[in-house]
């Protein structure tokens, strides 16, 4: 089973009906008849809970979040691994360090990136990336 790695982008597009937001869509889908493992990092999360947050209420933003939890879709903690290659990935490059940890997950479970953030493209060579 092809496991992919949500970043925040990648679900915001799916939720703003962006570019991009049929592919995620797409994804979800084949998560749920389960051709696909679709993981996201709790802190990837968390940037995805002060967007909508920001834009609209903190209520409305947990409203999200419940969605979130009941679709097929892993909520992966953080653990040292996972911090330590973040860190990896933030000193080597301009990248925010919540996005380093959607790019450390997926180095760290060898999944592919789904991202439309053009902030990734110095990881290319480091991570599977597919572009929205």
């Known amino acids: ?5 949500l970043d925040s982008y990648a679900l915001m597009a799916f939720f703003e009906d962006e570019p ?5 869509r797409g994804l ?6 389960s051709d696909t493992n679709l993981l996201m990092s709790v ?6 809970w002060y967007s909508i947050a920001r834009t609209n209420s903190p209520e409305i933003a947990d409203q999200y979040i419940h969605e979130i939890k009941g679709m097929a879709i892993e909520i992966v903690d953080i653990d040292w691994t996972l911090t330590r290659q973040a860190a990896v990935f933030k ?3 301009n990248i925010s360090y919540a996005d380093c940890f959607a790019a450390a997950l997926a180095k760290v479970k ?10 990734f493209k110095p990881l290319e060579g480091e991570i599977k990336i597919s572009w929205l």
């Not at 991009?20 to 995620?24: L, N, P, R, T, W």
């Not at 979800?28 to 008849?33: E, G, L, N, P």
């Not at 802190?43 to 995805?48: A, P, Q, R, T, W």
């Open 43 to 48: 802190v990837n999360l968390g940037e995805v």
């Open 20 to 24: 991009g937001a049929d592919f995620v």
């Open 1 to 5: 089973m092809a496991a992919k790695v």
């Open 28 to 33: 979800i889908q084949k998560a749920v008849d």
């Open 91 to 93: 000193v080597n490059g």
């Open 110 to 119: 060898k999944a592919e990136l789904i991202t439309g953030d053009k902030e």
